[in-house]
């Protein structure tokens, strides 16, 4: 069962979310929390597998929430999937650098909600779908400084497996690409992850962009 804590400040969003959410036979709603200082404190008290986080709240705001809370060793365990209206160059930038695992607006289809839960539950990384992907890449092709020596260390191939997967290319795609098994393929990724300090796979395309890779 994923475990999820609903972060809004409207009652009636966080009942529509729950709602949701309690119709999915594979997830609960562990808690909800009406501000960023909220979401810190229950997410450190229940450990959800999955935070739903907006970014206008009192007090602190969501990506302020979402950085204290990947910051946590108490709580970095739990995921954040950032869902809003305002869905700008600079929010997405923030809350993606603020250690959140994907980012969606909140029009996105019910089902699609749903399946952006499970992934980001699994462990993996959510790129935002088309618009919003296409915002991080324009504002991540302008670092702000860039650090070269974190491709030094990069073979070729891995710099090759690199661009793939900010094309956002599965590891199986990658495979069939290159003519190689996905264990390899899932070996470069790990690789490639470590020697760019990156969590997961939406942060290693952001240390690639300030890397000046793109």
């Known amino acids: 069962m994923i475990r999820v804590l609903l972060a809004d400040d409207q009652a009636l969003v966080r009942g529509a979310f729950a709602l949701l959410i309690r119709s999915a036979g594979d997830m609960e709603v562990v808690g909800e929390a009406g501000t960023g200082d909220e979401a810190v404190m229950l997410t450190r008290d229940l450990r959800p597998d999955v935070v739903l986080m907006d970014?206008?709240?009192p007090s602190t705001d969501g990506i302020e929430a979402t950085r204290q809370i990947s910051a946590d060793d108490g709580s970095s365990g739990s995921k954040v999937l950032i869902l809003t209206t305002f869905e700008t160059d600079t929010n997405v930038l923030l809350g993606l650098r603020a250690g959140a695992c994907g980012f969606l607006p909140k029009d996105t289809r019910t089902d699609a909600l749903l399946d952006?839960?499970?992934t980001v539950a699994a462990g993996a990384a959510l790129l935002s779908p088309g618009a919003t992907r296409a915002v991080?890449?324009?504002v991540l092709s302008r670092p702000e400084a860039p650090a070269p020596e974190r491709l030094a260390s990069l073979t070729?191939?891995?710099?090759?497996?690199?661009r793939l997967v900010a094309a956002g290319r599965?590891?199986?795609e990658i495979a069939d690409e290159l003519v190689v098994s996905p264990?390899?393929?899932k070996t470069h990724v790990s690789r490639i992850l470590a020697k760019m300090g990156a969590r997961d796979r939406v942060h290693l395309v952001i240390a690639a962009y300030e890397a000046g890779l793109f």
């Open 55 to 57: 970014i206008r709240m």
């Open 116 to 118: 952006a839960i499970r």
């Open 183 to 185: 264990l390899t393929a």
């Open 136 to 138: 991080i890449t324009r």
């Open 156 to 162: 070729p191939r891995e710099r090759e497996v690199l």
């Open 170 to 172: 599965s590891n199986q």
